[in-house]
């Protein structure tokens, strides 16, 4: 894989991401520019643990599982962007600033996670993204976070 793949699918997600269910919040990625900007894609159902006490009877996703969607989405455009893929990547976030909710979040929605990175560069750890999650084009949730890429090696098969 280089640069060029503009998408990913749920099976590159699952070769550059370590996270599985219930917590790998990108079902797609429907845009990635390099290592610059992305838009993902989670489709909010029902299923989801989180909606069993998230409110009872009014389920609504956690702010958190909204801005860790929007790092996930970051996390598959630098495997894409920089060609990290199939290998041992871990990124922790670091901080998390700004970070404002606009808009509840709930099942049968369709959440864009739009992602752009502000600093960092190839081959780098340190990177610092802005992100905002939208759902029928209002914004459900913003942030910029800043996140440390550990990559550890080659995923043994």
């Known amino acids: 894989m280089t640069t060029e793949t503009k998408s990913a699918d749920i099976q590159l997600i699952q070769r550059i991401l ?7 919040l ?19 159902t ?7 006490g998230h409110f009872p009877g009014t389920p609504i996703m956690p702010g958190v599982t909204i801005v860790e969607a929007m790092a996930q989405t970051a996390g598959v455009m630098l495997g894409v ?9 871990l990124i922790y ?10 808009r509840k979040v709930v099942p ?5 996670m739009h992602v752009e990175t502000l600093r960092g560069k190839m081959g780098g750890k ?5 992100g905002t999650a939208t759902v ?3 914004v459900a949730a913003q942030a910029e976070f800043s996140a440390y890429v550990d990559l550890t090696g080659e995923k043994s098969t």
């Open 93 to 102: 976030f670091m901080n998390i600033d700004n970070c404002k909710f606009r």
């Open 126 to 130: 340190i990177f610092k993204f802005r």
């Open 81 to 89: 962007g920089m060609d990290i893929i199939d290998s041992e990547l």
């Open 108 to 112: 049968g929605d369709v959440m864009k």
């Open 136 to 138: 029928e084009g209002e």
């Open 26 to 44: 990108v079902d797609k990625v429907v845009e990635i520019d390099g290592y610059s900007s992305a838009v993902g894609i989670k489709n909010v």
């Open 46 to 52: 029902m299923n989801e643990p989180h909606f069993q």
């Open 18 to 24: 370590p996270h599985r269910y219930p917590f790998l």
